[in-house]
Nanobody
């Protein structure tokens, strides 16, 4: 059974840094493109970042580019999202997701597997 489990969320102040993790099991990691999405209350789930199977290509939304860094370690079946210079508008539930293809990365509906999410709250 394929599974993704996020961890590392919490309450931080604006300007702080935080790293969230995504652990994968069930054989869905090393050959899959992985992504991070977030969802704030009353808003749609939005793309944050993605990384291809080898880690050689990364993609970011304009709102986080230059502040967030996505990375992965296939040997550890783990992906991370390092978040710096956090803003209150970064608040939301952060989800990791996995997909077989490397296209339409921004569309949540194209991902095959999802984690349960971890809450990140940034206070002003």
């Amino acid at each position: 059974q394929a599974q993704l489990v996020e961890s590392g969320g919490g309450l931080v102040q604006a300007g702080d840094s935080l790293r969230v993790s995504c652990a994968a099991s069930g054989g869905i990691f090393s050959s899959y493109t992985l992504g991070w999405f977030r969802q704030a209350p009353g808003k749609e789930r939005e793309f944050v970042a993605a990384i291809n199977w080898s880690g050689g290509a990364t993609y970011y939304s304009d709102s986080v580019k230059g502040r967030f860094t996505i990375s992965r370690d296939n040997a550890k079946n783990t992906m991370w999202l390092q978040m710096s210079s956090l803003k209150p508008e970064d608040t939301g539930v952060y989800y990791c997701a996995a997909k077989r293809s490397n296209v339409f990365l921004f569309r949540p509906s194209t991902y095959d597997y999802w984690g349960q999410g971890t809450q990140v709250t940034v206070s002003s």
